[in-house]
């Protein structure tokens, strides 16, 4: 479970579900406060990220949807995404 603070004192909390091989089988937006850009809780979005495993990047506008009005979100849960599963299998791989 992860709490992303975005640019704004607003936030929400997502999960992100990986598979045994720290491929994401699964992204949920769950306590979206933020005033804007809801969106980016829509489940047909978040599939986008299923099969992500981290051995290529992650481009908003390109590999993944722009959303309009959700700029500063969809950046974030990107970007957090990508960290988070390099972060696992680094701890996994044992390195640092």
Do not use: C, M
């Not at 704004?8 to 045994?20: A, G, K, M, N, R």
């Not at 804007?36 to 829509?42: D, I, P, R, T, Y």
Request: glycine fraction near 8%.
């Amino acid at each position: 479970v992860q709490t992303l603070t975005i640019e704004t004192p607003e936030y929400f909390d997502y999960l992100i579900v990986f598979d045994s091989h720290f491929s994401v089988t699964q992204v949920k937006v769950y306590n979206y406060q933020a005033t804007h850009g809801q969106e980016v809780a829509n489940k047909g979005w978040l599939k986008q990220f299923q099969g992500y495993d981290g051995s290529r990047s992650l481009t908003v506008g390109k590999s993944i949807d722009a959303i309009s009005g959700a700029t500063v979100s969809v950046l974030g849960i990107t970007n957090d995404i990508q960290e988070k599963t390099k972060l696992l299998k680094n701890l996994v791989e044992g390195k640092n």
